[in-house]
Nanobody
Framework: VQLQASGGGSVQPGGSLRLSCAAS????????MAWFRQVPGKLREYVAY????????YYVDSVKGRFTISRDNAKKTVYLQMNSLKPEDTAVYYC????????????WGQGTLVTVSS
C-alpha cells in the first residue's frame, strides 16, 4: 500500500493550495481518509476527514470554512483544498487511510510541506 501526497509549497497569507493524496495497493473505496498536519516539536493534528463514500466530512475548528476535503474514488485520490491560508497553517501535511473495521489509521503518506509566509 502506498499513499503519495503532493501539492505542498510556499504561499502568501490569504493564498490557496490544493493537496492531493494518490493511493495504490488498496481498495480505495473501502477506506476512510483523513489529512493530518504536524509542526516540528508539536503533536500531529487531525485536520479533516472524509468517509469511504465521500460523506460525513469533519474539520478541526481552526480550518472550518477555509479547507475542503474531497475524494475521487475512480482516481483513488483524496484532496484537501486550502483557501485563505494563514501562517499558522504552516506544517507538514499527511494523508492517512483507515478501513471501516479498524480502530486506528492503517496507512500514512510521506507528507508534503506547506509554508505560509509573507
Amino acid at each position: 500500500v502506498q499513499l503519495q501526497a503532493s501539492g505542498g509549497g510556499s504561499v502568501q497569507p490569504g493564498g490557496s493550495l490544493r493537496l492531493s493524496c494518490a493511493a495504490s495497493g488498496l481498495i480505495f473505496s473501502n477506506y476512510e481518509m483523513a489529512w493530518f498536519r504536524q509542526v516540528p516539536g508539536k503533536l500531529r493534528e487531525y485536520v479533516a476527514y472524509i468517509s469511504a463514500t465521500g460523506g460525513s466530512p469533519y474539520y478541526v475548528d481552526s480550518v472550518k470554512g477555509r479547507f475542503t476535503i474531497s475524494r475521487d474514488n475512480a482516481k483513488k485520490t483524496v484532496y484537501l483544498q486550502m483557501n485563505s491560508l494563514k501562517p499558522e497553517d504552516t506544517a507538514v501535511y499527511y494523508c492517512a487511510s483507515k478501513s471501516s473495521d479498524s480502530s486506528s489509521w492503517d496507512y500514512w503518506g510521506q507528507g508534503t510541506l506547506v509554508t505560509v509566509s509573507s
